[in-house]
């Protein structure tokens, strides 16, 4: 589609949306579209999947394959680490690498001489941007970058001489994306919005978290490949940040939008979704909230009048199962979330040990967890948890509750997602560790990577032979879970997250 101004004003804005996520289209991307175009603007989407470059799936059934690839993945014996070290640089070079159809098609884009590029990315995304970043040079038109963690000023700065580059913007961007835009095309100076960092290093203020969240408007997906989806499931976002905001391996609350917690009204949710259902004929839904019980009574309004809305409507969240009195995931509200069209529900198990638990400020229980899991499962729902191994001062006793736990509850979970420990800059877990490393004896830092806001360590406590039986024993029964099929029910959302 030819990029044509509107009525020959507004400006002309080329996207390229970096994820390439083969199950429903990018929120972010879909929220700066709608919000150009509602200023006039004319709007070009260049997705990967609809220029075949090809998307993996997140989950799936298991088969022995994945289950061996994931115990090299996680090994920790010696011998195996050189292999595994090889194995995952070799894997993310290939999946990082810049996609050479996204780039030939920004080249052919380009010629259509845009006022301005805009690119949406991950950190994982910076070859590609680099790449990008060249073209863009060599046709001189600006370039703008976001995404959620150019927040973090080091982050930023680490990103910030790529060619071509004309800002970074750590910001949401909802309200004056086309302002934005307007400033770079004239030349303006970009500081003057906060948020932005320039290629010469200087930094605006740091961006306030966007309270008005009623006020952003409706995500506009009409450039989407809807036609490459395996169904069409509509992604949206009742909240932004968690309540709860403690955890201290958690970035997500660190981010651009993660941080601080703000929700949106029930009319403006139940609005978004009747729209969006009726645009893209579905009445599937994906809430993408960090933390959908952040505000049990928001997710009560949903459940209660979601089907008054939509009949019909089947929908998937990710909750966090704390010990307030009222955390709106009771036995007798998931079932009315069952009824209400709820299918599947996912949250961060992390652990099955208490200790670590609290160490990591977790604010959930062992037992509150269990009882959770068992009666989310009994009233019908697909039952989702992410866990991971490593954490600093993990011990094998600690793995071995871990395999108690998922032993105990395998009938009813239906996908574990396990990985490794991540360290992530700006978290409270990584501050604590750079300012204080002798209170972590068997873990250190090993390399910073500031472009990848994350530090590389080595984990000392994963050495014996105990904590290797106790990952053992965690794999096979997160490779019982996996290989099953998911619930009947919630089939349309295998895979989504
Ligand atoms: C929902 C979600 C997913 C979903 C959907 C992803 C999708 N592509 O739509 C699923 C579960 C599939 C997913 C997968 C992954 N995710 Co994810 N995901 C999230 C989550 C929870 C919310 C994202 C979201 O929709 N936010 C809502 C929108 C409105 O906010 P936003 O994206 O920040 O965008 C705003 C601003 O950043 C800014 N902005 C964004 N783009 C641009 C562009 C320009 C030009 C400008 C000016 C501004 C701007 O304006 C936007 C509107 O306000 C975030 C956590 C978080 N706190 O952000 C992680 C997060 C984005 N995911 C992350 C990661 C690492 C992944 C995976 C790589 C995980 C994995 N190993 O598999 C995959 C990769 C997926 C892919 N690229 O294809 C990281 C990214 C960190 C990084 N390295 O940059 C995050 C931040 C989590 C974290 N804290 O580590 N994810
Ligand atoms: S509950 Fe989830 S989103 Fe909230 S701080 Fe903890 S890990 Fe982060």
New binding site residues.
């Given amino acids: 589609m030819p990029l044509v101004s509107v009525n020959g004003g507004g400006r002309r804005v080329l ?1 390229v949306d ?4 083969s199950t ?6 879909g ?2 579209v709608a919000a150009l175009r509602n200023s006039g603007n004319a709007v070009k989407l260049i997705s990967p999947l609809a220029n075949d470059v090809p ?1 993996a799936e ?1 989950e799936h059934a298991e088969t022995i394959v994945d289950h061996y690839q994931r115990r090299l993945h996680l090994s920790t014996l010696a011998p195996a680490r050189g292999i595994r070290d090889a194995a995952r640089s070799l894997r993310s070079w290939w999946r990082e690498r810049p996609h050479p159809r996204v780039v030939a098609e920004t080249v052919l884009a380009l010629e259509e001489q845009p006022d301005v590029l ?7 995304h910076f070859p590609t941007v680099q790449a990008l970043g060249r073209v863009a040079a060599r046709r001189g038109i600006p370039l ?7 927040n973090l000023p080091n982050t930023a700065s680490a990103w910030r001489a790529i060619p071509g580059l004309t800002a970074i ?6 309200l004056n ?1 086309s302002e ?1 835009v307007e400033a770079a095309c004239n030349g303006d100076d970009l500081t003057a919005f906060p948020g932005v960092t320039l290629p010469n290093g200087m930094q605006s203020k740091a961006a306030p978290p ?1 309270r008005a969240l009623d006020l ?1 408007p409706l995500p506009d997906f009409t450039d989407f490949p809807w036609d490459r989806y395996r169904m069409h499931v509509i ?1 949206l ?1 009742a909240s ?1 940040g968690c309540q709860w905001n403690k955890c201290n391996f ?4 660190i ?4 941080r601080t917690y703000r929700n949106r009204s029930v009319e403006s949710v139940l609005h978004e979704m009747r729209e969006q259902s009726r645009r893209h004929r579905s009445k599937d839904f994906i809430f ?1 909230d ?1 933390k959908l019980n952040s505000n049990p009574n928001l997710l009560r309004g949903i459940v209660e009048n979601v089907q008054s809305n939509i009949r019909g409507a089947q929908w998937i969240g990710t909750v966090h199962v704390d010990e307030r009195a009222d955390n709106g995931l009771s036995r007798r509200e998931l079932k009315l979330a069952v009824a209400a069209g709820m299918r599947r529900i996912s949250f961060g198990l992390e652990s099955g040990s208490q200790r670590l638990l609290d160490a990591m400020s977790k604010g959930s229980t062992v037992e509150g967890n269990s009882e959770f899991i068992r009666n989310a499962f009994d009233v019908g729902l697909s039952v989702r948890c992410t866990m991971f191994k490593g954490y600093p001062g993990e011990t094998a006793a600690d793995l071995e509750l871990s395999a108690d736990f998922l032993e105990r509850h395998l009938p009813y979970i239906d996908r574990v997602r396990f990985n490794d420990f991540t360290l ?1 800059d700006g978290t409270e877990l990584s501050d604590q560790i750079h300012a204080n490393p002798e209170a972590f004896p068997n873990f250190s830092v090993s390399q910073a990577r500031p472009r ?2 994350q530090s590389l360590y080595v984990n000392r406590g994963g050495n014996g032979a105990a904590y290797r039986h106790a990952k053992s024993r965690v794999l096979r029964a997160v490779f019982e879970i996996n290989r099953r099929k998911i619930r009947s029910s919630a089939r349309v959302f295998d895979g ?2």
Avoid: H, K, W
């Fill in positions: 996207i970096l994820n390439n996520f429903f289209p990018t929120l972010a991307v929220i700066i998307a997140r805009l690119l949406s990315a991950y950190l994982q703008i970058l976001g995404g959620p963690m150019f913007v750590g910001a949401e961007v909802d994306i934005i966007l952003t992604p976002m932004r958690c970035s997500d609350i981010s651009a939008s993660g993408l960090l992530l990848r806001a989504l997250m």
